[in-house]
């Protein structure tokens, strides 16, 4: 059986490794439209436990998970 490499992304909330695609900022307009249309589609995971949302980290699954974390640290805990 294969081990999840996960890494913490806040508040004990983690995310596997191998599913990041990317980790962006959610301040720019596009990210904003892809937060809005995962919100819709119900893949949005809202990790930020009602923080202040810093990074939107995006998965070969199509889900958006929200982080209170910059994604400067996330990428580093990477």
């Known amino acids: 059986m294969?081990?999840?490499n996960l890494v913490n992304i806040g508040l004990g909330n983690n995310v596997s490794i191998n599913r990041v695609i990317a980790i962006v900022s959610p301040e720019s307009?596009?990210?904003k439209?892809?937060?809005n249309e995962a919100r819709?589609?119900?893949v949005l995971i809202d990790a930020t436990n009602g923080r202040k949302t810093?990074?939107?980290i995006?998965?070969?699954s199509g889900h958006i998970v929200l982080s209170m974390l910059r994604?400067?640290?996330v990428q580093?805990?990477?």
């Open 2 to 4: 294969e081990t999840a």
């Open 29 to 31: 307009a596009p990210t």
């Open 33 to 35: 439209k892809i937060i």
């Open 40 to 42: 819709e589609k119900g």
């Open 54 to 56: 810093r990074a939107a």
């Open 58 to 60: 995006i998965t070969d």
């Open 71 to 73: 994604p400067e640290t």
């Open 76 to 78: 580093e805990r990477l």
